[in-house]
């Protein structure tokens, strides 16, 4: 099925590991085997330090086609040089981000956990937004037609969650405040731009894999969600994919996604879900 991304930019930050490393994946081969690539849509794969995980895909498709660039997203000068490496970027993808491991109350939190969580999760999110439609603006109108940022939430954005109010907060403001301000910004650049938010609850990746071998960490995450099944990667960027669509979501902006198996509330405790 075509979707729409023929010939479209595509720039994923975060790419090297759990979901952004998927999402490069289904950019660049779709369910049934055939590449999105082969059919030419471009990936910039943004890392900030693991390039390995993403070698495979340069392999198979080459660098003219799968390019992944390394840059620190919280300092300015980096992402500016980013933008000015890549073609002008249509779909971006911002879906990096941090959570501080330790359970720290906001009683105890030191100021330099709140900043630095704030920096590299809203902050650098913001960096990336801003040299997008800086870009953007200058492209020609085929280039803009398919326009859209799609940015990476957290169900802790939504619920809350207690220990970890710097990541809540961060992945808050991402999923409204940025989300809902961006999507009437973006259309006085690109009239058919949309900005859009996924908000996972907890996902397999690396970061989670330790804890999900605890019984009790699983039966806790579970409790309040009514599909008893913990997310796969795959999960969430199978909804980045269609929320990405020119085709299949051209009419949807503005909005949260909830990728969570239905959780109703009472967000316990979690791995990083990126």
């Not at 990541?167 to 910004?185: D, F, H, I, P, Q």
Request: charged content about 20%.
């Amino acid at each position: 099925m075509d979707i729409g991304l023929t010939g479209v930019h595509v720039l994923i930050t975060g790419a090297s590991g759990g979901i952004g490393l998927e999402t490069a994946k289904s950019f660049s081969v779709s369910r049934s085997k055939q590449s999105n690539l082969d059919q030419g849509c471009y990936v910039t794969a943004h890392y900030n330090s693991n390039l390995a995980p993403l070698q495979p895909l340069i392999d198979q498709y080459g660098a003219d086609r799968i390019t992944a660039l390394k840059a620190d997203l919280t300092v300015e000068k980096d992402v500016i040089h980013l933008f000015s490496a890549i073609p002008t970027v249509q779909v971006a993808v911002i879906n990096h981000g941090i959570w501080p491991t330790e359970d720290v109350p906001v009683a105890s939190m030191s100021l330099a956990q709140w900043e630095k969580t704030i920096a590299c999760n809203l902050t650098s999110s913001f960096l990336v937004a801003r040299e997008y439609l800086k870009k953007l603006s200058i492209a020609p109108e085929n280039i803009k037609d398919k326009a859209s940022i799609v940015l990476i939430g957290s169900s802790s954005g939504r619920f809350g969650e207690a220990g970890h109010a710097d990541y809540s907060a961060s992945k808050s403001a991402l999923m409204y405040g940025v989300t809902l301000s961006l999507k009437n910004e973006i259309v006085k650049i690109a009239k058919h731009g949309r900005v859009n938010c996924i908000a996972p609850g907890w996902v397999k990746t690396p970061m989670a894999e330790q804890a999900l071998q605890n019984p009790d960490v699983v039966y806790a995450a579970l409790a309040t969600t009514p599909l008893k099944r913990v997310a796969e990667p795959i999960d969430v960027a199978n909804q980045v994919l269609v929320i990405a669509s020119p085709i299949l979501s051209r009419h949807v902006t503005g909005e949260v996604i909830m990728v969570t198996g239905g959780l109703e509330g009472r967000l316990l405790n979690k791995p990083h879900d990126i």
